[in-house]
């Protein structure tokens, strides 16, 4: 897959944003640089949601938010059955939602096998 989440990284002071900011929200600049977003992620926190919509062959789904290395926090979905606050898990990319004509990236983290 060649889909790629990316934070952006002021050129002014350093600040990292995910999504993308166009005014950073610690100095007021507008220009950033793209830094690519993967690897290894800690779990700060997840919630499970159990009423899924039509369509869906899972008993749940399970959204997290977790913490890169450089301090950046993001939030998407949880492909792991054993959650627990603080374990590292795998930053991946796919397709969250599909639409037609159209498919919608996130992220997805992984356990770490």
């Known amino acids: 897959m060649s889909e790629k989440m990316y934070a952006y990284k002021c050129t002014d002071c350093g600040e990292l944003h995910h999504p993308k900011h166009y005014v950073c929200r610690k100095c007021g600049a507008r220009i950033f640089d793209e830094v690519e977003l993967g690897g290894e992620v800690t779990l700060l926190t997840y919630t499970r949601a159990y009423n899924l919509p039509e369509g869906y062959m899972k008993p749940y789904l399970a959204f997290g ?49």
């Not at 795998?90 to 939602?97: D, F, H, S």
């Open 65 to 113: 938010i977790v913490k890169f290395d450089n301090g950046l926090t993001v939030s998407g979905q949880i492909d792991c059955e054993d959650l627990e606050i603080g374990m590292k898990l795998n930053t991946t990319v796919g397709i969250i939602k599909e639409a037609v004509g159209k498919d919608y990236y996130g992220f997805i983290f992984k356990s770490i096998e």
